[in-house]
């Protein structure tokens, strides 16, 4: 693969270096905030040799490359200018879900390699005293034990580094800050004011009695103050002085709130999070593992899986293990896995044998994107076993409380991470037992499903049967689009059916075709119904409008009820939507689109007479 080459091409297809303020990359992908999104030429990246796909959630346009992202990423920054780059204003949405998830994932994406590095270092260690191939009292213990707790440790100024990038103010100066709360003579205070029962003070301002040493939240809140005071202070200071008041002023007045509310708000709300957990764990222990198993493809399709990492991160640093993010994206990433090897057992075609394969063991060893993009999100049966198998495996260590020590990637190869040093084997070997479930339930239910293409021909051939074709009118007065142009990655990519889109005129929703509405939404976002022919639609009014909880929409029909195609089905305040932040394109997709083959209008003004898709059974 020519690294400097694939770099050159998404440079020129994301708008060149003027239209980056910044980028950075996780596992498998390279992560760009874009000033204008349009700019970029998304299909022409998607055809690029190397990548895999592409996703803009979150407020990032994530350019999927697999394990090969480190390579390309170290020729894309030599391309471009990352000082004048980062000087750069972000393009926001509007959207303070999706602003939210993308700064959580811009501080959390850089670290991502030395906590890997350190729970590795963690799991090795376990297993090594485990086998009893090391002892505990031993330095070579010791010296590994110390390595991988450095990370830990000195979390705070890691977290400062890429908290300043994010939100834009000086790297050096928020690390000089984390380092003051994990500073020995402070810590050294505390404990001396914890003895004695003496309050620390600065100024007369009481100091918290909290040691910050490997905590996440305090230093972020450190840093979005100093990305506060920083220009302030820049701004009264004198300019023949400035280089010297600009930083005194900043650190000092930032220091202190750091050390007298920021920090220990951060850590009360550390505290919260781990005792509300441990009460969840206490009631339903099983239920999160089990969701996460289930639907992480889903956070990961999007980029928005980062976002729970601090969860997870906080627990061990609170708690000292994790028992609801990482047992359930161990399952999630072994049944992806599962579900690409059964097909590469399967099938008869040598490419998707080639593909399955080798994305299926990457994802069984814990990164996934390559067949989240490759495979599962084209097989539509791959997503089901995947799911299938994620659940089983999610619940079984719900139920039994798996515990994970030291992080890493999900999957085979950090199993290790569930040996605890005073935890009992027991905890690892159950691990191991929900890895096999979650795989042996993927693997049959992939193997059961899959249809190779060659087989379904050779049967199609065989069977003949009579044809119906079912004409299906425009829900909506407006556009009439591509679905492949919906911005989310689950209609897009024809997840849950094949269809058209439609950008609304009007908010008046109408029945497409004769047939008996399904089910209407609780948050009456959304309709099924099935046509007379026996086609099974989905009527998705806007992107993410579930979110809404029926705001703004008002449903004229109910379950079993009977209409006929221009029958007005809801109406929507199509302003107040918009207004909300919420796109309005009204997806209409056939959820049962294997028994047809598809005609469907695209790119042309529609009314609700106009038909826009024909199905034709096979």
């Known amino acids: 693969m020519d690294y400097e080459k694939i770099a050159g091409i998404i440079l020129k297809h994301v708008g060149g270096e003027k239209n980056i303020s910044h980028v950075g990359h996780c596992a498998t992908r390279l992560r760009f905030n874009l000033i204008d999104e349009a700019t970029a030429d998304t299909e022409a990246l998607k055809n690029t040799e190397g990548v895999v796909g592409v996703v803009s959630k979150g407020g990032q346009y994530q ?34 879900i999706n602003n939210i998830i993308d700064t959580i994932a811009g501080i959390f994406t850089p670290i991502l390699p030395p906590l890997t590095a350190a729970g590795m270092l963690k799991a090795v260690l376990a297993l090594l005293v485990a086998f009893k191939w090391v002892d505990n009292q031993a330095s070579t213990y010791q010296v590994i034990n110390f390595m991988a707790d450095a990370t830990f440790y000195f979390l705070p100024v890691l977290l400062a580094n890429s908290a300043a990038k994010k939100f834009g103010c000086n790297q050096y100066l928020a690390m000089m800050l984390g380092a003051m709360l994990i500073h020995p003579n ?27 040493t490997s905590s996440v939240i305090p230093i972020i809140l450190g840093v979005w103050l100093m990305s506060v005071v920083e220009p302030f202070a820049d701004k009264i200071s004198p300019k023949a ?25 951060g850590y009360i709300i550390s505290s919260f999070i781990a005792a509300g957990i441990n009460t969840l764990n206490s009631y339903a222990g099983w239920l ?20 729970i990492t601090p969860i997870g991160i906080n627990n061990r640093m609170t708690m000292g293990f994790d028992t609801i993010i990482y047992p359930g994206q161990l ?46 999100m084209k097989i539509r049966t791959n997503l089901i076993a995947a799911m299938a198998g994620g659940c089983a495996g ?47 339930v993927s693997f049959i239910v992939s193997f059961v499903l ?22 299906l009118h425009s829900p909506l007065k407006g556009k009439c689009i591509a679905l492949n142009e919906v911005n989310d990655p689950t209609f897009a990519n024809e997840l849950i059916g094949k269809g058209i889109a439609i ?48 705001k703004y929409f008002n449903v004229l029909v109910k379950d079993g009820d009977h209409v006929k195609a221009g029958d007005l089905l809801m109406e929507f305040d199509i302003n107040a939507i918009k207004n909300e932040g919420y796109d309005v394109v009204t997806p209409m997709v056939v959820a049962n689109y294997d028994q047809y083959e598809f005609t469907c209008e695209k790119n042309k003004a529609v009314t609700v007479d106009d038909t826009v898709m024909i199905l034709k059974e096979v």
């Open 63 to 96: 350019v999927i490359i697999g394990s090969d992202v480190p390579q390309v990423y170290q020729h894309l920054i030599k391309m471009i200018d990352l000082n004048e780059m980062d000087k750069k204003p972000e393009k926001k949405n509007g959207n303070k």
């Open 186 to 212: 402070f810590i050294s205070m505390v404990a001396t004011s914890k003895e004695v029962g003496e309050a620390i003070t600065v100024f007369g301002l009481p100091i918290y009695n909290a040691s910050y």
């Open 241 to 265: 002085i400035k280089y010297f008041t600009g930083p005194l002023i900043t650190i000092l007045i930032t220091g202190i709130a750091t050390l007298v509310v920021l920090g220990p708000l």
């Open 288 to 307: 999160v593992p089990t969701l996460m198993g289930t639907f992480l493809p889903f956070l990961v399709m999007t980029g928005t899986h980062h976002a």
């Open 331 to 376: 399952a999630s990433n072994v049944a992806q896995g599962a579900a690409a090897l059964a097909v590469s057992v399967k099938t008869k075609n040598s490419e998707l044998k080639q593909l399955t394969s080798a994305t299926g063991i990457t994802a069984v060893c814990g990164i996934t994107e390559p067949v989240l993009f490759g495979v599962t």
């Open 394 to 440: 999610g619940l079984f260590m719900g139920l039994l409380n798996i515990k994970n020590f030291s992080g890493g990637s999900p999957g085979m190869l950090t199993l290790p991470s569930y040996i605890g040093i005073d935890a009992p084997m027991s905890n690892f070997y159950l691990a191991c037992a929900g890895a096999a479930i979650a795989f042996a």
């Open 450 to 471: 899959f249809k190779d293409k060659d087989m379904e021909t050779k049967k199609e051939n065989a069977v003949q049967s009579a044809s119906r074709q079912s004409v």
């Open 503 to 550: 950008l609304p005129d009007e908010g008046k929703l109408y029945a497409p075709a004769d047939g008996t509405v399904k089910t209407v939404f609780a948050t009456k976002h959304a309709i099924t119904m099935t046509s007379e022919e026996g086609a099974d639609l989905i009527l998705h009014v806007g992107l993410d409008t579930v979110k809404l909880d029926g």
